[in-house]
């Protein structure tokens, strides 16, 4: 692991890595907890390079916060992130991020540089939540964002939940500015107790450790409520009020109930709510959050090509009344549109100007409960299922800009869920709260085989089985070592291996492991 404190150190090492291997960022300000570690472990799980960077950002301080016994202790973060398999640790000075001032004490800034500042969030994201107490504290937070990123230039950054509102302006700060990072927001981390981790937990003596619990127990009690049908947004914040109330020692500061995205507030949760807390214990300030989400189940279903997946996926959603979402189709429709209009698959900006302008639908038919794939109003269906296709759609799905499109648009059907999706990422990357996660496989041999049987019964030659194992066999290598989502099991997914099986039997199993696991958690 390398530790670099200046820009001029980490832009000499990244150099001949950008543009080769993907790198990820993970922004701290030190003190590294469990919270950190699995922002670190996410990065380094979708990255060949990862960066901790770790600096206490003075602007983010008003003058009469903890900015000077903020704690620090960089030898053993770094220790810890050695640990984790960090590859670099950037631990920059003040000065050398040209940062302008430094909050002290007296509530007096101490000028270091004259420095160029042209972040400004939307007035909107500012006017709530923890901006209202902490002015310009989400300023100084964007600046040094917009610095970090344009230091390492990272393909993914990675941030906490816990830090709700900072997520939501890190995100809008990257589409409204254009800048080509993907902001990955991970879940919030929690102590035994239910306590989110944070670097000023430390501050607390184990009675306000205990204390402080109340804060996620408040919210938990919301949560329930509003699983049993309760969306007014006042009532549940009555209901969080109600339970804080009943901690003597806790100070609050703000209880609100948001949109996650906007921040605006809510008088009713119609898909999804951001209940979120602001609270001192002495003169430690802590903040805890969770969404409120009207969401019906989601299913999720990978594993490699040729193992079932869209022949299961589409009975699965049948048998349980769930939309088919059959991602797999719109990789085979984008490489169909690649391939018809002569582009090289070489030519990533030629693709991923093809894919902005690319409108997929699906229309379901009642009468034979199949589903019609169009691109641009054109109907495709049989066509994106022709060898040709299949040869080279994982090529066209490594290509950054034609994954993040159609993630995005899936994920934006997936709000409401109710639905059943399959593909190589979906219980990894593009659902990863799906309620249900199935990794359907079976072996190269049984896969080329059923292939070569399909081929045969729509009249396409196919080539002869070796030739349909060898290319099934490269294809998975491809997926699984492709550096943009590879095909990964997920760690909570149920693994069915098909050989042998039929697909009524597969159906049968999920539905089952449906019932049992989805159906009973919400009724019970």
């Known amino acids: 692991m390398r530790l670099f404190k200046t820009v001029?150190?980490?832009?000499?090492?990244?150099?001949?890595?950008?543009?080769?291997?993907?790198?990820?960022?993970v922004p701290t300000m030190g003190s590294l907890h469990r919270g950190h570690s699995r922002l670190i472990e996410q990065a380094r799980r979708e990255n060949e390079v990862v960066i901790v960077s770790i600096f206490v950002n003075p602007l983010q301080f008003g003058p009469r916060e903890d900015f000077q016994q903020y704690p620090r202790q960089l030898g053993t973060d770094c220790e810890l992130c050695e640990e984790l398999g960090v590859d670099v640790v950037f631990a920059p000075s003040p000065e050398d991020l040209a940062i302008a001032s430094s909050p002290t004490n007296n509530g007096k800034a101490t000028p270091l540089l004259e420095q160029t500042s042209v972040i400004?969030?939307?007035?909107?994201?500012?006017?709530?939540?923890?901006?209202?107490?902490?002015?310009?504290?989400?300023?100084?937070?964007a600046t040094i964002v917009v610095k970090l990123l344009n230091v390492v230039q990272p393909d993914r950054a990675y941030f906490g939940e816990k830090d709700a509102q900072q997520v939501a302006i890190i995100q809008r700060l990257v589409k409204d500015l254009s800048l080509a990072v993907e902001i990955r927001a991970c879940p919030t981390v929690r102590e035994e107790s239910g306590l989110a981790y944070s670097s000023r937990n430390q501050y607390l003596t184990p009675q306000e450790k205990e204390q402080a619990?109340?804060?996620s127990r408040s919210l938990q009690r919301a949560k329930q409520a509003f699983e049993a049908g309760e969306r007014n947004s006042d009532r549940l914040l009555d209901m969080v009020n109600q339970e804080l109330a009943s901690e003597p020692a806790l100070s609050v500061q703000y209880a609100e109930l948001v949109d996650p995205e906007t921040l605006a507030p809510l008088g009713e949760v119609e898909d999804e709510g951001l209940l979120a807390i602001a609270a001192y214990l002495g003169q430690t300030r802590l903040i805890d959050n969770l969404v409120l989400r009207q969401r019906q189940p989601i299913i999720a279903i990978d594993g490699p090509a040729g193992a079932g997946k869209s022949t299961v996926t589409k009975g699965v959603a049948q048998r349980l009344g769930l939309l088919y979402l059959d991602t797999g189709a719109m990789y085979r429709a984008l490489t169909w549109q690649v391939l018809e209009a002569g582009i090289s698959l070489d030519d990533e900006a030629a693709i991923a100007e093809l894919t902005a302008h690319s409108q997929i639908?699906?229309?379901?038919?009642?009468e034979d409960h199949n589903q019609r794939v169009l691109i641009n109003g054109?109907?495709?269906?049989?066509?994106?299922?022709?060898?040709?296709?299949?040869?080279?759609?994982?090529?066209v799905s490594q290509v950054p800009a034609v994954r993040q499109h159609l993630v995005a648009q899936q994920q934006r059907w997936g709000r409401k869920g109710g639905i059943v999706a399959e593909g190589r990422d979906i219980g990894t990357r593009v659902f990863p709260d799906a309620d249900l996660k199935i990794f359907l496989t079976a072996s190269v041999q049984e896969r080329a085989r059923r292939r070569l049987q399909d081929l045969q019964e729509q009249g396409i030659p196919g080539g002869n089985l070796e030739e349909l194992e060898a290319q099934i066999a490269e294809r998975d290598r491809l997926d699984s070592t492709r550096p943009t989502s590879p095909l990964?099991?997920?760690?909570?997914?149920?693994?069915?291996?098909?050989?042998?099986?039929?697909?009524?039997?597969?159906?049968?199993?999920?539905?089952?492991?449906?019932?049992?696991?989805?159906?009973a958690g919400i009724t019970g």
């Open 213 to 215: 619990v109340v804060l």
């Open 378 to 395: 054109k109907d495709i269906t049989q066509a994106i299922r022709t060898p040709r296709v299949t040869a080279q759609v994982s090529l």
């Open 8 to 25: 001029a150190g980490l832009r000499t090492y990244l150099a001949p890595i950008w543009h080769q291997q993907r790198v990820g960022l």
């Open 488 to 519: 990964r099991k997920s760690l909570n997914a149920i693994e069915i291996i098909t050989d042998g099986l039929t697909i009524e039997t597969v159906i049968e199993q999920i539905v089952q492991l449906y019932q049992k696991s989805v159906v």
């Open 120 to 141: 400004q969030p939307p007035p909107s994201l500012l006017s709530g939540l923890c901006a209202t107490y902490r002015p310009g504290h989400f300023q100084g937070v």
């Open 361 to 366: 639908q699906f229309i379901n038919s009642p």
